[in-house]
């Protein structure tokens, strides 16, 4: 198999219409067997496969294919499997799936964000007594049955280098060469089945990395590619800038190199410097795979002739895999003619690096001209001249002090005060009335009153059990973000747009294409209505500016502290209309702030001021005596640590149950002195905690944090869980909080 000039990375798995997550959620609940799950699957990976050939793409990869993670997928590949797993007897599914979600013996692998994308990966646990061995099975298998349909593949896996970078439990190179000895043998043994080509994946390097660190990357490549029987190598970076890795990667025998030029354009002033390459093919990612629109084909096709001009050989293709992007845009018929023309999702991708793989070969006359200016009707005056007044008093509150007492005096909490973080089970008849709305078989007056109900039984449930503050439980509310952009002017929402965030959880990312204004107040009537349910303060919830940037496909013609601040100002005004409806707490959600961080630590500060201060003048219109809240989940914030003090939330909750309340010592080394609520009971795992061990994850708080700021909560929403699994844990999480109070 010949690269060719065209490729990608890798494209969505979760089928056009989330068939993947309807499949694995009915075996989970015993609904299908593993046998039905599995030609669901192979369906699944026939339909891509033939779908990448039918649009005559040179190479195509296999592997990228997942039941929930490919982090996971690669840990099973190279036998690291935590003896805690293996000793539960489970089929090697089963095993799998508890590894991603936990059994009530033992909870899961602790879950993460890739790099700065929404997508969340399973993190290796590694240590001493880990035996990493080849087992590549699942690889084999898929490279068998699309040759077996006639199409010849490359398998992908986690690169050995990235994989131990983002594991736990040892210092990621003290097992390198045994993991590498692994990899080798995985090599061999895909090369005795025929395979031309593996892709391993290294976007790890396009991090701050050391010396030493680039030095094994070179060690371990030179070590596989000097194997006598392996497949070509072809090694992928992804989502920036290679840096001094670019050099060390060519200096090995691999035969390929792919690099991202459009989240890290640097590396073709790299790809120059570097002299000779060797004869080696350069995969050059031209085509955007982590946004929604279209590549300007002709400026795109400058840099690969660009590449060209450099090595013996140039493949085009996608800066990432094509998983972070939904399917195919030809199924959305009711978005606006002009945002359309502007759009490219997976399939129309493809077609673009198909295109551009063809004018590196012929020239470029055949590419489309770009297109037209944006339209002015997508840009609103009122809303750039409130930008433009804005000064820095509208980003600031009291000092914490002043508003710690007036809050307390409003609200009367106790220490160590139980809450949750929104949202509620979202049940099948909450979505059976949201599908009934959409065609019109019932009207808006039912609909609400449907979802008034369903408020009324959420509050009443959490008055039983003795929660401190409350929720409404957010019924009416498809998404977290995408409720407010179907709110907002300057968004769009598509039909079937999904994209996986991890194992079966989809969302629908809305699209910003303008100026965003708020319509109308959002959130203030369902609010206010479970406010007049209960005399304990309910929670107003809102999703912050930097969480609805990175969860929605963003405009790139203007600067992202722009639009952040533009949301942000919609968001004030719902704030302030909270207030004054009688919502005593706001809680302004952040959990992306860490996954859009930049990978390169000369970028961050620039990234951090504009995103904490677009939080600030999200939350600084309201009194003093109004506590806000901020939640934050499943990422590593020990690197933002300092920008989470500068949001100046009254109240920050936290992941912390699946990484062991690390977190809080990172808040103490910073001298963290407000209000905090780490997470005891992770909410992505269907387990029930037994009070001991909330009991046990309360006390390793208090620790840390005096009774008085310190919050007890499960780590994040709790729309993906069930009624029973829901009641018992909140039984167990105030019943725990009580004991540790009266200790």
Known sequence: MSFGQSTVLGYPRIGPNRELKKAVEAYWAGRVSSEELETTAKTLRAEVWQTLRDARLDAIPSNTFSYYDQVLDTAVAVGAIPDRFERLGLSDLDTYFA???????????????????????LVPEIDEETIFRARPEKALREYAEAAALGITTRPVLVGPATFLLLAKGVSPFDRLGELTDAYGEILGLLADAGVEWVQLDEPAYVTDRTAGEIDALRAVYHRLAGLER??????????????????????????????????????????????PLGGKTIVAGLVDGHNIWRTDLRAAATTGATVAGLADHVAVSTSCSLLHVPVDLSVEKNLDPDLYARLAFARQKVDEVVLLGKALRDGTASLPAPLPPTPASWRNTSVRDRLAALTPADRQRGSYDERA????????????ATTTIGSFPQTAELRKARAELRTGTLDEAGYAARMRNEVEQV????????LDVLVHGEPERNDMVQYFGDQLDGFATTHLGWVQSYGSRCVRPPIIYGDVARKAPMTVEMSAYAQSLTAKPVKGMLTGPVTILA??????????????????????NETVDLEAAGIKVI???????????????????????????????????????????????????????????????????IEASRSKMEVLDDLAAIGYSRGVGPGVWDIHSPRVPSQDEVVDAVRRAVSAVPARRLWVNPDCGLKTRGYAEVEASLKHLVAAAAEVRGS
Not at 230 to 236: L, T
Not at 405 to 416: E, F, K, M, N, S
Not at 459 to 466: D, F, S, T
């Open 459 to 466: 509050i009443r449930l959490q008055e039983r059990l003795g």
């Open 230 to 275: 392996r497949p070509k190598i072809f090694v992928a970076t992804y989502f920036g800038e290679l840096g001094d890795a670019l050099p060390a990667l060519l200096d090995t025998p691999i035969e390929a190199l792919g690099l991202d030029l459009v989240a890290g354009p640097g590396n073709l002033a790299r790809l120059t410097a570097a002299g």
């Open 587 to 653: 809680q302004v959600d952040e959990p992306a702030l860490r996954e859009t961080l930049p990978l390169r630590k000369a970028d961050q500060k620039a990234y951090l001021d504009w995103a904490v201060g677009s939080f600030r003048l999200a939350t600084s219109g309201v009194a003093d005596d109004t506590q806000v809240h901020t939640h934050l989940c499943y990422s590593e914030f020990g690197e933002v640590i300092t920008a989470i003090d500068a949001l100046d939330a009254d109240v920050t909750s």
């Open 99 to 121: 590894m991603a979600r936990g059994v009530d013996e033992e909870p899961a692998l602790e879950l993460t964000k890739w790099f700065d994308t929404n997508y969340h990966y």
């Open 405 to 416: 007492a007036a809050q307390q005096q409003r609200l009367g909490l106790p220490d160590l």
């Open 551 to 572: 969860w929605s496909f963003v405009r790139n013609d203007q600067p992202r502290a722009d639009t952040a601040d533009q949301v942000a100002l919609a968001l004030r």
